[in-house]
């Protein structure tokens, strides 16, 4: 399912960059995916198949049509007549990466057992972008179950300097 998330967003993304309003197609998609989660009944109407499609596809006109570009409500169209409206946020969050590679961002989860001051995640940011080449956004996420020191997972890798892990190392070594 991932995969059909991925071809449909990257043709969205296509047009977004063709049309120079990656921005504003962003933002069109953040605006759907709050509506989504504030009304989730909403995908639910546009799956359902006791409602015509015509219907069904003029109810995304009547939600989305003015003031969203015309290639997001069309986009929104697609996956409804295709029947493909549940891959809505998969297809949201991948053309938010497509967004993140051409900017050059990404995104680190950075865990730690007690929270980190300002300088702290400066420093983490700025050891990072060196390591990815990238911008990073982090994420602070506090576990406890750490005990001290932090675990950072950035584009598929994990760096694991917890006191958890550490402990988990040494446990395997005298265990053999």
């Not at 995640?121 to 050891?127: G, H, Q, S, V, Y």
């Not at 990238?134 to 506090?142: D, G, Q």
């Amino acid at each position: 399912m991932m995969q059909t998330d991925r071809e449909y967003a990257e043709a969205l993304f296509t047009l977004a960059v063709e049309d120079n309003a990656v921005e504003e197609y962003s933002c069109a998609l953040n605006t759907v995916k709050s509506v989504v989660e504030e009304n989730p009944e909403y995908i639910d109407f546009l799956c359902s198949p006791a409602i015509p499609l015509p219907e069904r596809v003029q109810a995304i006109d009547e939600a989305f049509g003015e003031g969203f570009p015309e290639n997001v409500v069309s986009f929104l169209k697609i996956l409804c007549e295709n029947g493909r409206t549940r891959t809505l946020m998969g297809c949201i969050e991948e053309f938010g990466k497509f967004v993140m590679e051409l900017s050059s961002t990404t995104v680190a989860e950075v865990y730690s057992a007690v929270p980190l001051d300002d300088k702290q995640k400066k420093n983490i940011c700025l050891k990072l972008s060196k390591v990815t080449g990238k911008n990073v956004e982090a994420v602070y996420i506090i576990d406890e179950s750490l005990i001290g020191g932090i675990k950072i997972e950035v584009e598929g890798k994990t760096f694991d300097g917890s006191i958890k892990h550490r402990l988990s190392e040494v446990k395997d070594v005298i265990i053999g």
